[in-house]
């Protein structure tokens, strides 16, 4: 399977719940595809008006392809889609949470990259979490030999990867 086959399997899994943009110019580079996620939860007694809580969950997910992916590349990817995902992010006292997510699909991971993929890493608090929170999700599918490299809040993205994979 190349790297277009498995994204278009990926893709699949995400149309239900995502809206899903492909070939999207990001800074000084193109990525394969973003999918974005939001919604919007409440209760209220009667009628509207009367809201006891509300509130607010977004995931932004960005895809990118590399042949061989480096350390150096790595990084520098990981902080142009940081920057993008901190753009979208608009905290208010009904936000609850935001996942910044990266997805690259590669042929080849070098160990550099490996390491840099496990310590990556970023969390934002707005108002002392009144206002929600941020965490940054990374995870690489290696697709030569089938194996997917994720940084702790990114394992939890393992198994839908996986089952593309397959």
């Given at each position: 399977m190349n ?5 278009e399997k ?5 149309q239900?719940?995502?809206d899903?943009?492909r ?6 580079r ?7 996620f ?7 007694v ?19 392809f590399a ?5 150096d590349?790595?990084?520098t ?5 940081l920057q993008?995902?901190?753009q979208?992010i608009?905290p208010h ?10 997805v690259v699909?590669?042929d080849?991971v070098?160990?550099?990259a ?5 310590k990556?890493k970023f ?5 002392f979490?009144?206002?929600?929170w941020m965490?940054?999700?990374?995870a690489?599918?290696?697709l ?5 490299y ?10 839908l990867l ?5």
């Open positions: 790297q277009e086959e498995y994204l990926l893709l699949s899994s995400y239900s719940y995502f899903i943009e070939d999207v110019n990001l800074e000084n193109t990525l394969a595809a973003t999918a974005f939001h919604s919007r939860s409440e209760k209220y009667l009628s509207k008006k009367a809201q006891l809580w509300a509130t607010e969950m977004n995931e932004y997910v960005y895809f990118a042949d061989v992916l480096t350390a590349d790595f990084l990817l990981k902080e142009d889609v993008a995902g901190l979208k608009k006292k009904e936000h609850m949470y935001s996942y910044v997510s990266l699909v590669t080849l070098s160990e550099d490996k390491k840099a993929i496990k990556a969390h934002k608090t707005y108002q979490s009144l206002h929600g965490y940054l999700r990374i690489v599918v290696e030569s030999n089938h194996s997917i994720a940084n702790k809040q990114g394992e939890d993205m393992t198994k996986q089952e593309a994979l397959s």
